[in-house]
T-cell receptor, first 117, second 116 residues
């Protein structure tokens, strides 16, 4: 089956630094990738949708200058949390889709737990 | 905007007990509905989905869910749970007419703990 690899699985960084999270589709080409954020005991909140070769579409309330998304190839999307603060500590999950149809299946990565100290 | 409510946050059952996890959504249009499962340390996996047709859908590992349009519900059921079903379960909804790639709205999740 389709596999999405997310790296790193855990990262601890100091306040003010930037952290990059990678999301790779290992055995398929992902035309679209999604980035979600999950706070403890809350649902997954969609942050942005990225399409290969174009700018990401951010959900309302998500700062595009803080959460930089680059979908440079059909197998890799990156999320960079810039100038991280403790309130950015969260669980970030990516998912990937092979097509743009309404019924296209989603494949999820294992998530990245970010802790900002 | 659509939203999803999962009322059970943490459920503890003994093996062989029956399971029903509630899921209600709010959206006035046509929806696609999903249940995902996340086993400890693993990624989200699709359990089952409803797009159209028979409102009772069967998924993997003996799970099923029933779409009741009048109640805006899509409850997940399993007649007899196993210890290996211990996981977090997420209900999700999507606008069925979304032309772009799948944009899912998730519920807060239900942690199922099955005891031996």
């Amino acid at each position: 089956g389709a596999v999405v690899s997310q790296h790193p699985s855990r990262v601890i960084c100091k306040s003010g630094t930037s952290v990059k999270i990678e999301c790779r589709s290992l055995d398929f080409q992902a035309t679209t990738m999604f980035w979600y954020r999950q706070f403890p005991k809350q649902s997954l909140m969609l942050m942005a949708t990225s399409n290969e070769g174009s700018k990401a579409t951010y959900e309302q309330g998500v700062e595009k200058d803080k959460f930089l998304i680059n979908h440079a190839s059909l197998t890799l999307s990156t999320l960079t949390v810039t100038s991280a603060h403790p309130e950015d500590s969260s669980f970030y999950i990516c998912s990937a889709s092979t097509a743009t149809g309404a019924n296209s299946p989603l494949h999820f990565g294992n998530g990245t737990r970010l802790t900002v100290t | 905007a659509q939203s999803v409510s999962q009322h059970n946050h943490h459920v503890i059952l003994s093996e062989a007990a029956s399971l029903e996890l509630g899921c209600n959504y709010s959206y006035g249009g046509t929806v696609n509905l999903f249940w995902y499962v996340q086993y400890p340390g693993q990624h989200l996996q699709l359990l089952l989905k409803y797009f159209s047709g028979d409102p009772l859908v069967k998924g993997i590992k003996g799970f099923e869910a029933e779409f009741i349009k009048s109640k805006f519900s899509f409850n997940l059921r399993k007649p007899s749970v196993q210890w290996s079903d211990t996981a977090e379960y997420f209900c999700a909804v999507k606008n069925a007419r979304t032309g772009t790639a799948s944009k899912l709205t998730f519920g807060t999740g239900t942690r199922l703990q099955v005891t031996l």
